[in-house]
């Protein structure tokens, strides 16, 4: 049933970079049954897209403002976006 699934569009300010956040995100995900993609964007964010189901996309997104130890979250902003059926999650360089 693929009504419940949805994709969203995140980034994450804060410190993220050189932290492990991209790694901590992917391990996440997979805890969570979400597919997509991670990114360290050259604004010194992180971003990147989640499909899966709406609650446990949500559930995730709170993780998100934990992170590894020596990350430091300020934001995460979400916007939901039209479903993509990634088939895995990556780090994407």
């Not at 990114?39 to 934990?66: A, P, Q, R, T």
């Not at 979400?78 to 993509?84: A, L």
Request: net charge positive; proline share 2%; hydrophobic share 40%.
């Amino acid at each position: 049933m693929k009504s419940n699934l949805t994709t969203f569009t995140v980034e994450v300010k804060g410190r993220v970079q050189g932290v492990g956040y991209r790694a901590w995100v992917k391990k996440k995900a997979r805890d969570f049954d979400l597919h997509g993609w991670v990114m360290n964007s050259e604004d010194k964010s992180v971003k990147m897209e989640l499909s899966g189901k709406k609650e446990k996309i949500k559930i995730f997104l709170i993780e998100c403002y934990k992170g590894p130890l020596l990350s430091k979250v300020l934001e995460v902003n979400e916007k939901e976006i039209p479903f993509k059926d990634f088939k895995s999650f990556e780090i994407r360089f």
